[in-house]
């Protein structure tokens, strides 16, 4: 099976050998991928509508003798006692920190979190560093117009300590060697926005990230 680059990313990411929760799993085809490479012990494809559920449980039933298996549950209330890792992906930032925040009594045995949110990364970022879950590694993607800030977390009891740059752009993400391109389209976009009419505080807000990713962009200019 062939996956987008997006989806091949997180799945690139997972630990070898771990007991995955892939969270609003869609079709399950992160798992399954997983599954066929024989990359995981066991996966839980959840999902936390009947409609979206009986698209996942038809998706997984081939692939019951490989250890996948479709749950109906509203994040992480119902998360197995085994599962070592999470996927939280094609969702944003809100919904992530509401999953993680309300199942937080769930996590004691998850030692790997792998987050693709849509909007609010940096709020992401601090809210896993927050609650001892440290960036293991990054990939930044570009798909169909579109950038993914894709993370893998590990548990630690070590303190947590990232600048306000790594937070707002991931401490790998930022080295990467699609930055440049990234900054340099983030860039288009501020001066798009610093044209319109806002608020002195907005413009503010964006000529600083102007200031911070323009040394990146002029890499990719030269």
Known sequence: MKLSKRLLAIAELVP???IVADIGSDH??????????????????????????NILKRALK????????????????????????????????ENIINILENGKENLKNVQFIICDPHTLIPSVRMFLSKNQFQIEDEILIYE??????????????????YSSFEINYG?????????????KKRIIKIEQLLKKDLPQKNKQLLLKERKELLPYANKYLT
Not at 171 to 183: T, V
């Open 62 to 93: 081939p692939f019951y003798w490989q250890n996948l298996i479709p749950i109906l549950s509203d994040g992480l209330l119902n998360l197995a006692s085994d599962v070592n890792c999470l996927v939280l992906a094609g969702m944003g930032g």
């Open 28 to 53: 399950g085809l992160v798992l399954i991928y997983l599954a066929k490479n024989n990359l995981i012990q066991k996966g839980y494809g959840v999902e936390n509508k009947v409609g979206p559920f």
């Open 16 to 18: 070898k050998n771990s």
């Open 171 to 183: 401490p790998y993400i930022s080295k990467s060697s699609l930055f440049p391109f990234f900054a």
């Open 144 to 161: 169909k117009n579109q950038f993914y800030e894709i993370s893998l977390y590990q548990k630690t009891k070590k303190e947590i300590k």
